[in-house]
């Protein structure tokens, strides 16, 4: 009768952040979540024990966070013309989507999108 007995939630352990910058935002949401969890006591000043530092390593966290989604947006845009989709359709049996997003990422180049959908991906 000595089994272990299996913890009484089924959540897995988070994997520790990798680069400083995700550590550093890690530690601003964890400083957040132990001040949230003091301001639900009856404590009346309890919003003032927020210290500056943690608005400002949260507000940085943020802004880290903004600067890095805002860099897939700046992609430069590639006009797709409309037979070749088309084409693409015909041949390769995709739908227009697939055959849309595979010219766009070879530069509107209908060989260059052909060649990359038939050569085999690398590390597969």
Known sequence: MSDDIPSATNEPQPQPPKSK???????ALESLNTVTTDMSGDQPGAVASSSSTDREVLGEAMSRLEISG?????????????????LLVDQLD??????TELLKANEGDVQ????????????A
């Open 70 to 86: 805002g860099q897939d947006g700046k992609k430069a845009t590639v006009k797709v013309a409309a037979e070749d989709v088309g």
């Open 94 to 99: 995709l739908n227009k989507i697939k055959a």
């Open 112 to 123: 260059k999108a052909i060649k990359a959908f038939i050569s085999p991906a690398v590390g």
């Open 21 to 27: 910058e995700d550590q550093k935002a890690a530690a």
